[in-house]
């Protein structure tokens, strides 16, 4: 069993619809939770970091981090086509310098 | 404002050949930082780490080698590639100590023929 699961999807879904993503993990000692928007051929970009559990607020973003049952959400509203790309997300224990990653979602928005 | 570069951007090498690859941040001191490698279609493989100059962790056994000569300058080499080594190379940073999060540069596009 990997360590950080997460559907590779692809994701595809008209202009204007919430894209709903999600990852699951094994480790409960996970403090620090982030997603990454990865373009084509490009690195990872940090879109949110949320610190424990509950629910964090980043304009079109949401997310949200329940660590009783061990999943960790992001929701994009009002989807764009230039939100196409691959979402990856990451997490890591509090004492620890390594991240542990989803394979990432890959995502398209249809204009 | 802290900013990361990789260079070069890509790389066609013939199997057998040398490789080095080499990242620098800007805009902080003492950072952490780390080379992945991104198969196509896969996840990303941390293959190592630095917490200061001339410290560094191995995570994957392998062809490839790592050195910090400077504090925020980042290399990565190979004295013999193989085919097996063509993927997307990622070099990433976090603010001293643990840090609680990475940021990443462009990354090195390395094809091994």
């Known amino acids: 069993q990997k360590e950080v699961e997460q559907d590779p999807g692809p994701l595809s879904v008209p202009e204007g619809a919430i894209v709903s993503l999600n990852c699951t993990y094994s480790?409960?000692?996970?403090?620090?939770f982030m997603w990454y928007r990865q373009y084509s051929r490009k690195g990872p970009e940090l879109l949110m970091y949320?610190?424990?559990?509950g629910n964090k607020e980043d304009g079109r973003f949401t997310a949200q981090v329940d660590k009783s049952s061990k999943y960790i959400s992001l929701f994009i509203r009002d989807s764009q086509p230039s939100d196409s790309a691959t979402y990856l997300c990451?997490?890591?224990?509090?004492?620890?310098?390594?991240?542990?990653f989803g394979a990432g979602t890959t995502v398209t928005v249809r204009a | 404002s802290q900013t990361i570069h990789q260079w070069p951007a890509t790389l066609v090498q013939p199997v057998g050949s040398p490789l080095s690859l080499e990242c620098t941040v800007e805009?902080?001191?003492?950072?952490?930082l780390y080379w992945y490698r991104q198969a196509a279609g896969r996840g990303l493989q941390l293959l190592f780490y630095?917490?200061?100059?001339?410290?560094i962790s191995s995570e994957v056994p392998q062809n490839l080698s790592a050195s910090r000569p400077q504090d925020r300058q980042f290399i990565l080499s190979s004295k013999k590639l193989l085919l097996s080594d063509s993927g997307f190379y990622l070099c990433?940073?976090?603010?001293?100590?643990?840090?609680?999060?990475?940021?990443f540069g462009p990354g090195t596009r390395l094809l091994v023929l």
């Open positions: 990433a940073w976090t603010p001293g100590d643990i840090g609680e999060t990475q940021y």
């Open positions: 805009g902080t001191s003492n950072p952490n």
């Open positions: 949320t610190y424990s559990s």
């Open positions: 630095s917490v200061g100059i001339g410290q």
């Open positions: 480790n409960s000692a996970f403090q620090y």
């Open positions: 990451a997490m890591k224990p509090g004492n620890d310098y390594k991240l542990s």
